[in-house]
């Protein structure tokens, strides 16, 4: 066997190696019928040293060569849509993660840090009154409802159920709280417990619970209010723990993940309709003739190949 034979068959290997990477790529059955058919043509010519090797290069420049352009092209495209919708799942999944791993167990960290926060601010403004000053920085109990409000306190509330009629109550600067409640807060040592959050037509409410009692209360952050809130009202509220209104984006985000899991093989495998056509074309070609006699008549074949790689593969 001479050195262009041994470079032609060499070369053959190295087209069906790319045709064989391709058709594992795709996973579809007609390319991976036509890369069986041309690894028969090459063992045919590898098993009958008697043969044109030429007629073997020329099959490959005016088939093989062709179609592998044409699937790298598709290729090519696909792993760029592929590697979109694979960024995509990872960024869903980071926020996931991140979400559950951190901002929920951050609220329920700093829920409970600012039960003793509010109480001494509460302990705090009744001193200031009875000394008649005023001392107490409110951004040291507002700062909880800035960082939380929006995305933890409930909205699903009758908003009348939280406000109050007017009380007798103590001044404090653009501050009241009600003269019965800081009374009762007094007894208890003014210890106090975060219950919930409530955010209804950009209002915020507070409600705390007072210190070994059944006693509850209302901090009303727009009206600057502290008001007790009688039992029976409560039993009409949903005073359970606040949980993020994220966990909704959350859900959809996992539902939105498996559907693009799903979608990522069937991605691969589809192809443009006009390539489907002139693979089954090109399928049927081989199929449909004497292998043998083909190859030596190649030089009279048209190449139904060559025009594809020119189409517009985004239509």
Known sequence: MDDEAITILSQSKRRLTKLKLLSNFFENIDIISIYIKTDIIDNLFRENK?????????????????????????????????????????????????????????????????????SNQLKSLYKDLTEDKFRVQWDNVLYFYKKYATEFYRSSVDEELLKCNIVPSYQYLDYSIERKLLGRLNIQGFKVRFICGYIVTGNEYE???????????????????????????????????NESNQSSIINQLRRKNEQLEDTINERKRVLPEAVTNVLKDYLRNLESVDIMSKIFDINEETNILRAMLNLNLNN
């Open 50 to 118: 008697g043969l044109d090797y030429s007629k073997l290069e020329l099959f490959h420049l005016q088939y093989t060569d062709s179609l592998i352009e044409l699937l790298t092209k598709i290729k090519r495209q696909k792993e760029n849509d592929l590697l979109t919708v694979i960024n995509e799942i990872d960024v869903n999944n980071k926020y996931i993660s991140g979400f559950e791993e951190g901002r929920a167990d951050s609220f329920e960290t700093d829920r409970k840090m600012y039960s003793g926060v509010f």
């Open 207 to 241: 409600l705390f619970k007072v210190f070994q009692s059944d006693d509850h209360f209302i901090f009303n952050i727009e009206e600057k209010k502290m008001y007790m809130i009688d039992s029976k009202i409560l039993e009409k509220i949903d005073v359970t723990p």
